[in-house]
Each structure stands twice: as structure tokens, then as C-alpha cells.
């Protein structure tokens, strides 16, 4: 899966392939969004995922770009920014290591709701909804689980949006 692929530039592959396997292993198994996962769970996850090396500065999801992945932040810093009204970039959150993005796109394939930027040199991992597709049709209960563990991640991200909503309007 070359970046080219992604349709994003500034992607640097870090490995693939049975030898890098341990590597992403040790990367996804870390991250919140797994926790309830076992083992061979996860290892059957990072089948179809990559690692990559992004600069700071990169945009690696810009906001409206064709949403094709979502991303597990293994080290580093990005940021989550949003366009107001007059096309100023807003910053709406930071995301740090152990965190994923781009959950939403994943799912219903519609452009990305905001841009993903790296703040400072990051790793990350990313899962295309082609290869999400893949797993799914592969291993369907295992599918059932992983799309069940995005609902509720999506869902507390709504509740605390709400939450800062009425916070904001002052109610």
C-alpha cells in the first residue's frame, strides 16, 4: 500500500510484510481503542494495516478530502483543525499517541469532517476501508467486534461534543 495509493503525500512506509508483523503488533496493541481485543485479535487486525513516518507540518487528512482511512497515532503529536466559516483553520483538539482518527470516514467513506496535522515527527498506523472492507468480509465475527468497539468510541466522542456544545451556548 504505497501513499500514492492513500492519495496522501508525505507518507514514509516504515515496514510491511511478516518480518515488521512483531513491530505493528507492538503498535496497535497499545492503543485504547484495543483494549478489549485479545491477542489474536489484534495480530489478525495488523494484517491489514501499515505503519508510516510523517514530518511535521504534514496535513495527513485534509478536511473534504475523500475519506479513505482512519489512523492510530503511535508516537508523536497531531492536531485536529476545522475550518470556521470564513476558511480559517480552527484547532478543535490534539491527539496524542494511543489515539485514532478518521473512525467516522472509515465507516461511511464521506470526506473528512476536519484536517489531521502533524504537529512534530509522528508514527502512525492506518487502516484503508478497503482492507477494513477486507477483514470484515474475512472475518465476520471479529468484524462485528471491531465495528461494535467504533460505535461506542464515535458515540463518546458525540457525548462529549454535546456536552461542550451546551458548555459553550452557556446553557
Known sequence: MADEALGISGLNLIGE??????????????????????????RQLTEYMHAYAVEAGI?????????????????????????????AAQRIAVISPGKTFGEMSLIDGLPYSATIRAT??????????????????????????LLMELARLISLRLRQTSGQLVDALGG
Not at 18 to 36: G, H, I, N, P, Y
Open 59 to 87: 496535513d495527513i487528512f485534509p478536511e473534504g478530502m475523500h475519506g479513505n482511512c482512519m489512523g492510530l497515532l503511535v508516537s508523536g503529536r497531531i492536531e485536529v483543525l476545522k475550518n470556521n466559516s470564513e476558511g
Open 120 to 145: 512534530e515527527p509522528c508514527t502512525l498506523v492506518l487502516l484503508t476501508r478497503n482492507n477494513f472492507m477486507q477483514c470484515l468480509q474475512q472475518h465476520p465475527a471479529f468484524g462485528v467486534k
Open 17 to 42: 510484510g511478516s518480518a515488521f508483523q512483531d513491530t505493528l503488533f507492538d503498535m496497535v496493541a497499545e492503543a485504547q481503542l484495543f483494549s478489549r481485543f485479545e491477542g489474536h485479535e489484534i
